[in-house]
């Protein structure tokens, strides 16, 4: 991999809201994402090649303690998928193989919803809250500080929200918790989550 491209968003602006709004997607893609891709390509030049593809690069940087190169690959690679993590008129009912997954780790899709929320409201700063596949096939609800995510951890990350303030204070301001709801329950893509449950877990050979 040479370098990074920033992607463009799978709908236009103003397509979220009133759960994110056009301002919030603007700055959020269009300058943090951006400044990711940006920052993680003035790294990449000066270090000998560090994979071929952005999940090597992630899982490299994290080996070699590349902090620098670590954080802007991991918040490219978050990002990237948070994008498809939401969708116009999102939330609702998931696909049979999804809800059939849930229920059978977490007994519920309510039981789910309660550990995603607390999650991503009591990662302490910023971070991602997420739901993964583990290495026993199991879904479990994850959350990580900064940049990290589920591939450092060995899992494959299924769904995760972007819970940096930038992410939700244009919206929300300090509630939080109102941004993790409307995430849930009116933005998320199930049939991209539905996707990644059936690609299973990920082969990264790093
Ligand atoms: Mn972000």
Redesign the pocket.
Known sequence: MSAFDLPELPYSYDALAPYMSAETLEY?HDK??NAYVVNGNKILEGLDHMGDTLEEIVLNAHKQGQQGLFNNAG?HW??TH?WNWMKPNGGGARPGNLEAAIKDSFGSFETFREQFLKAGATQFGSGWCWLVMNAEGKLEVTKTANADNPLTHGQTALLGC?V?E??YYIDYRNARPKYLEAFVDNLVNWEYVAELLEKGPLKAAA
């Open positions: 959020h943090h994402h918040q978050n990002h948070f972007d940096w930038h992410s």
